[in-house]
Nanobody, 126 residues
Framework: QVQLVESGGGLVQAGDSLRLSCAAS????????MGWFRQAPGKEREFIAA????????YYADSVKGRFTISRDNAKNAVYLQMNSLKPEDTAVYYC???????????????????WGQGTQVTVSS
């Protein structure tokens, strides 16, 4: 399994931006689609964004479309989530995840991901 470590979370005000990073331990990272999910207190884990193994295809939840951008740097074994125009409802623990199967198009179901990071807290104050 790919080991994943998220970073970049924090406390910001509404309208601010944050960039989350996810570092992968395996050089095979570049073969897998990657995704970002989030989970707010008392809510189920929610799909946010995904991109395929080479970054050519991306998918976003309607709630973040136009504000968040997912990207990857396979040379650095990293995936990023640029979050702009943050809202209080974006407050959650954010997780990155790696697909179970290599070379698939980006997937949006949590069950399709086999490796997860420990999460990073993002808090947006109003």
């Amino acid at each position: 399994q790919v080991q994943l470590v998220e970073s970049g979370g924090g406390l910001v005000q509404a309208g601010d931006s944050l960039r989350l990073s996810c570092a992968a331990s395996e050089r095979t990272f570049s073969s897998y689609a990657m995704g970002w999910f989030r989970q707010a207190p008392g809510k189920e884990r929610e799909f946010i964004a995904a991109l395929n193994w080479n970054g050519g295809s991306t998918y976003y939840a309607d709630s973040v479309k136009g504000r968040f951008t997912i990207s990857r740097d396979n040379a650095k074994n990293a995936v990023y989530l640029q979050m702009n125009s943050l809202k209080p409802e974006d407050t959650a623990v954010y997780y990155c995840a790696a697909d179970k199967v290599p070379f698939r198009v980006a997937v949006t179901r949590a069950a399709d991901y086999g490796s997860w990071g420990q999460g990073t807290q993002v808090t947006v104050s109003s």
